[in-house]
Nanobody, 126 residues
Framework: QVQLAESGGGLVQPGDSLKLSCAVS????????IGWIRQAPGKEREVVSC????????YYADSVKGRFAISRDSVKNMVHLEIHGLKPEDTAKYYC???????????????????WGQGTQVTVSS
């Protein structure tokens, strides 16, 4: 069973950059689409980015396009999410999640992902 563990969150100021990491164990990245999902206080979970298992193609929500960059390291079995130009509205708990059958696109819902990490908190405040 695939297991995921996020790291890299913290308290940052508006305009800062941050790199979140997701360590994947129990399976190879080649077998799973990996997504980053965030949940802000009082809001529903939102899929912000995803990377496909087959060709590494990526998806970004419109709300983060141009500021977020997802990448994977197949040697270390890790997926990263670089966030630039952080805004207060990016404050949320960020989860990485996996699914062996998912294709990353705008139709993805958080419920489409079958395995989840515990999340890492990102707080953007001056």
């Amino acid at each position: 069973q695939v297991q995921l563990a996020e790291s890299g969150g913290g308290l940052v100021q508006p305009g800062d950059s941050l790199k979140l990491s997701c360590a994947v164990s129990g399976s190879r990245l080649a077998y799973h689409a990996i997504g980053w999902i965030r949940q802000a206080p009082g809001k529903e979970r939102e899929v912000v980015s995803c990377i496909n298992r087959s060709d590494g193609s990526t998806y970004y929500a419109d709300s983060v396009k141009g500021r977020f960059a997802i990448s994977r390291d197949s040697v270390k079995n890790m997926v990263h999410l670089e966030i630039h130009g952080l805004k207060p509205e990016d404050t949320a708990k960020y989860y990485c999640a996996a699914d062996p059958d998912l294709y990353c696109d705008k139709a993805n819902q958080p419920s489409d992902f079958t395995s989840w990490g515990q999340g890492t908190q990102v707080t953007v405040s001056s």
